[in-house]
């Protein structure tokens, strides 16, 4: 072990003193080699999407400051290609050449994990969501029509990040191919083996053909690398706590030899709107940690630091009891790293950890960012969403039309009918996704629910009124075998009393992809009716907050034209992370789009400390 450190030691030295200079990195002889010696990898999971751009270099310090010398990311494709044919790799936080550059001026190395499958509690898993309109197209197999879609996105993201991998002067030391592919292969068994196995090699290729020319590794559980490994690509193995067992399935998969690697080593879990909040034990942590380090395994915390699931990006998963279980938009993950970027507990004893264990030097803890309390934001205008309907050119059908039939990806659906004639009975809407609350004549009547499996409730329409349906799409599955069922909206009949509803469907669309607009409408309050709020606030100093959104229902909030992302009274998250890069001196701007409404809102009361471990049942 102390010949690994003495080379850790240099490479870091070597790593850090010059960036102009080109090293090299294979896999060779069982290990990791780092201009020809041998090093062990101590990564953390980050992902850049999840940060505000103006806040990378501080969290890759803090990264650094831990112990650590490498990073791993996915890239989100769904995040990168905006809509059809459009690609962002510029604006906001989507500059992932940027994010990487950064991390070689910190020191540190990159592990990049394109996909095109990310999982990552992510929507869709990174997908784009108009993949499904295209009926021939078979997600996350061997068909023709999704491959030349991974490959076009392959292409555009290579052009974007292939010189920045250590073979050309940066620092991508290694580049993943597809992810977890040996669970989804043991979901899918109505796919063959061969099948899988054609699809897994074909990206490998579109990989290669695009110009990454790196070290390439698959990433799976250790009882599942016979659907997950591919020719070629180093096996590594996620959650592995026996380090003995991981050798045995590398040794299995890997011609015998090394490296060893976890690719994600679990310090936190990940969270689920209306279940407690995950907690893994420092002490777990760090003791599995040292074991790592004494064997010489490499690993990847997974996550170092989680960040937050802005607006509309967090996924969903699904188990026997709920068809839908919606991820919270923090992803704090109870990582080393707070959703905020300030140290733990769990991070001082992991920098502790790798102080005793690591003959480098460990930098010093980054300053940390200022954080101030807005004690109370007031509003001075709210307008109900029915307003805006009013002057709103609806799309028209004979039944509902899905998210996207409708050509929307995200947001929610108002589907409106009108009944000359009175009708009553058991509304059911089976083919809910996910999440509804039902009007007749602007009183709400029912609330439908995916997660609790609820698609139904009773309803007395009398004649000439009309029925609303306001659904919210609360992220596509990222994970299993349901990933290929990922509509949204209203994707079946609706009925009642057993009658299916059809002939003029009104639907009004509200993506939410911008805050909303309320210059042109007059401020009145209607209890109980979806509502949008405005307010404004001035600060005299900028800085890291929360919003507490414990008194209210379940909405989105926006501040200077930035999603915050959905909070939900349910828990077990009750406020929402505001990043003081995205405030300002001066006035502030805050948007609220409350669905639930049960009670008028006067103001927002700010925070200084988050609260994501409180649920309301």
């Not at 070689?104 to 993949?131: D, K, S, T």
């Not at 969903?316 to 993950?333: G, W």
């Not at 959703?339 to 030097?361: C, D, I």
């Not at 075998?481 to 059809?502: C, D, F, M, R, W």
Request: one cysteine or more; proline letters at 5%; glycine letters at 8%.
């Amino acid at each position: 072990m102390k010949r690994i450190f003495l080379l850790s030691f240099f490479f870091l030295i070597s790593i850090t003193a010059s960036f102009s200079q080109k090293h090299t990195f294979e896999i060779k002889g069982g290990n990791f080699l780092y201009d020809g010696k041998a090093i062990q990898i101590h990564s953390g999971e980050m992902h850049f999407a999840r940060v505000p751009k103006a806040y990378w270099r501080q969290r890759l310090q803090m990264m650094k400051a831990m112990g650590l010398n490498t990073v791993a990311t996915y890239a989100f494709w769904n995040y990168q290609e905006t809509s059809p044919g459009v690609w962002d790799f510029k604006t906001d936080n989507r500059n992932l050449a940027e994010f990487i550059k950064t991390a070689q001026e910190v020191g540190m190395m990159v592990i990049l994990r394109p996909g095109p499958y990310a999982c990552a509690e992510w929507e869709f898993g990174g997908y784009p969501w108009w993949l499904q309109k295209e009926k021939s197209l078979v997600i996350r197999s061997y068909n023709q029509p999704f491959l030349d879609s991974c490959k076009n996105y392959i292409d555009h993201l290579a052009s974007q990040v292939k010189d920045l991998q250590i073979t050309h002067g940066g620092p991508i030391i290694m580049v993943q191919v597809e992810n977890e592919f040996g669970s989804y292969v043991a979901q899918r068994k109505d796919i063959s083996l061969e099948d899988h196995k054609k699809y897994s090699a074909a990206i490998k290729q579109q990989l290669i053909d695009a110009g990454f020319d790196v070290p390439l590794f698959t990433s799976d559980g250790s009882s599942l690398f016979d659907g997950g490994t591919v020719a070629g690509a180093l096996p590594a193995a996620n959650g592995e706590d026996d380090v003995e067992n991981l050798k045995k399935v590398v040794n299995e998969y890997h011609n015998g030899e090394g490296p060893y690697m976890v690719a994600e080593f679990y310090p936190g879990w990940l969270d689920h709107w209306a279940e407690p909040f995950e907690k893994v034990s420092t002490e777990s942590v760090v003791a599995q940690t040292g074991k790592y380090l004494k064997a010489g395994v490499s690993f990847n915390f997974y996550m170092v630091h989680g960040g937050t699931n802005f607006a509309f990006t967090s996924g969903a998963n699904y188990d026997n009891n709920h068809d839908i279980q919606p991820d919270i938009t923090s992803y704090d993950y109870d990582a080393p790293i707070s959703e905020a970027g300030w140290t733990t507990p769990k991070y001082m004893a992991l920098r502790k950890l790798f102080q005793q264990n690591v003959s480098y030097k460990i930098p010093p803890i980054p300053t940390p960012i200022t954080v101030i309390e807005i004690p109370s934001i007031k509003l001075n205008k709210a307008v109900d969403l029915f307003a805006l309907k009013e002057k709103m050119q609806p799309m028209v059908s004979d039944t509902p039309e899905t998210f996207e039939d409708l050509n929307q990806g995200y947001g929610y659906v108002l589907y409106s009918k009108h009944f000359t004639q009175p009708t009553n009975g058991k509304l059911e809407i089976k083919g809910l996704r996910d999440y509804a609350l039902v009007y007749v004549n602007g009183k709400k009547v029912g609330e439908l629910n995916r997660y609790y499996n609820n698609y139904s409730c009773d309803i007395d329409i009398p004649s000439n009124a009309t029925l609303d349906i306001l659904v919210e799409n609360m992220g596509r599955i990222n994970y299993g075998a349901e990933i290929i069922h990922n509509l949204k909206g209203i994707i079946s009949p609706v009925t009642i009393a057993g009658n299916e509803i059809t002939d003029d469907w009104n639907m009004y669309q509200f993506p939410m992809d911008h805050e909303p607009d309320l210059k042109s409408y007059s401020n009145k309050y209607k209890r109980d009716q979806p509502v949008i709020y405005e307010g404004t606030f001035s600060l005299s100093k900028t800085g890291d907050t929360f919003l507490d959104m414990s008194k209210w229902g379940k909405g989105i909030v926006f501040v200077n034209g930035h999603n915050l992302g959905r909070y939900w009274n349910l828990g077990p998250q009750q406020t929402l992370y505001l990043p003081g890069c995205w405030l300002k001196n001066g006035t502030n701007k805050i948007t609220v789009f409350e669905q639930i409404n049960s009670e008028e809102q006067k103001e927002i009361q700010g925070i200084k400390t988050p609260v994501l471990d409180e649920l309301k049942k």
